[in-house]
């Protein structure tokens, strides 16, 4: 449980680092935006996103069996899924599209998961429900990789 809460902090965390980024990315954009425009750019930040993930994952503590290391941030993905089902209950059951009509109501749900929507808008990634729903996932699998490295390091 102690991970769990840890791989949690260490998501909001990594959250407003991503909201500092954006406003950094939106405050220069004119000045810099033809680099970041540019597909190596937005594959570097792609990975720097994915990467942190991995890295701070290596935090996590390894005191606990290595077969529950995936499961280490799965309280980063409950909560994500209560707020998907809170915003789809709100919204319908759509889950192709975000009509414009209902898009303000996934704002909880897009700042949970700001790094991600952030690695959306950078490679051209469609922006629905179902991909909501599976984004829960990503931080406690990359954080469950992280885990395994540092487990590998130390052996």
């Known amino acids: 449980m102690r991970n769990n809460l840890k791989a949690l902090m260490l998501h909001l965390l990594i959250v407003i680092l991503s909201f500092i980024f954006l406003i950094f990315f939106v405050a220069t954009g004119p000045a810099i935006g033809q680099y970041t425009t540019h597909i190596i750019s937005r ?4 990975i720097g996103f994915l990467f942190l993930y991995i890295y701070l994952g290596g935090w996590l503590d390894t005191s606990q069996n290595k077969k529950y290391d995936f499961f ?9 899924i209560i707020i998907w089902l809170y915003t789809v209950s709100i919204v319908g059951w759509e889950l192709v599209d975000i009509p414009k009509e209902s898009s303000s109501y996934w704002i909880l749900m ?3 998961h700001s790094p991600f ?16 729903l599976a984004l829960n996932f990503a931080p406690t699998i990359l954080m469950g990789f992280g885990l395994k ?6 052996l």
């Open 43 to 46: 594959i570097l930040i792609t």
């Open 72 to 80: 280490a941030g799965c309280l980063i993905a409950i909560v994500g």
């Open 110 to 112: 897009n700042v949970y």
């Open 117 to 132: 929507i952030i690695i959306n808008h950078l490679l051209p990634l469609p922006n629905t429900p179902i991909l909501s």
């Open 149 to 154: 490295y540092k487990r590998l390091k130390h």
